[in-house]
């Protein structure tokens, strides 16, 4: 397993390539999944280096992941602040956000033939932004073949809300995604209001029914997400079953992925505004992270990790057969 460094004064990018050939890519800046990529297909979004510093493409997000109405919230009784990011209210912690901050990093061979990254952050947090401070630790590890897996630990010094995610936007090598054919081990799903704010669970049914593969495409455009100004395709958190050995599989063309993960629920977002060559859903994010709903249900004791993991496996849609 080969690993490059290429360092700039506002950015680190560690090139690692794998036995398989699979090349892999991560930026200091969020603790961040730069790409994925196999030959010269891209099986994530590359992230542009124009936009690397401020993007959540790939990154670390938190330390709570989402939205939260308005410009405050509520935790044990105090009022914390942040700036409203989103027409109004708070979207991936606004201005504490992890994905723009520089983590430390270093990495190490294991034994097994896998190399371990560490990225390193301690979040300290101006006086009523948030509860306490945290300290954050990603580690990437690296298998010799088809993947690698993402563990985010975060210790709070006293009692805090959070809920981290990774936020990798895939293509698995194709232009558009409504042709990617997905499964997903979920039971529920949220229901939003204009805002996407989170209102209730139900179960899921029809457009929100991945139990059984589809295409991405086969309901995206459905008149229960075309009504609602800011869907126009899937940004729904699925509360995961966790029945299957696999929370999500997709099936392009040519790569198919395979995600494992502890978490509570999993948000699918299909990249529903146009990219810059006006290309709708060119890439789906897949974000797991707990169940959304009141700030206060993401509470954390203090001195406590919580630990969110997250596996990729990659493969030739070939190899399938």
Known sequence: MDIKISKTPTYDLLNLTLDDGLQVGLV???????????????????????????????????????????????????????????????????????????FTYSHKSLGDGSLAVYFAYYLLPDEGEFPSPVDILVTYTFYPTHGFSIVIEATPEADCPLSLTNHAYFTLGEKEITGVKLFLDADSVATYDHELIVQSYVPVKGPTDFRTFKKIGQDIHCDQFMSNPKLHGYDHCFVLAHKKPHSLIAVGSKYAMAVQTNAEAMQLYTSNSPDAQGIVHDAFAVEPEKALGPVSRYAVKGKTADKLSITYSFFKTEELR
């Open 28 to 102: 200091d800046v969020g603790a961040g999944l730069a790409y994925v990529k196999k030959g010269e297909d891209y099986l994530t979004r590359p992230i542009p280096t124009g936009i690397l510093l401020r993007c959540y493409d790939g990154k670390t997000v938190g330390p709570i992941a989402n939205r939260i109405k308005g410009d405050a919230f509520e935790f044990n009784g105090q009022s914390y602040h942040l700036r409203a990011n989103e027409k109004g209210n708070i979207l991936h912690s606004s201005s504490l956000a992890l994905n723009e901050r520089r």
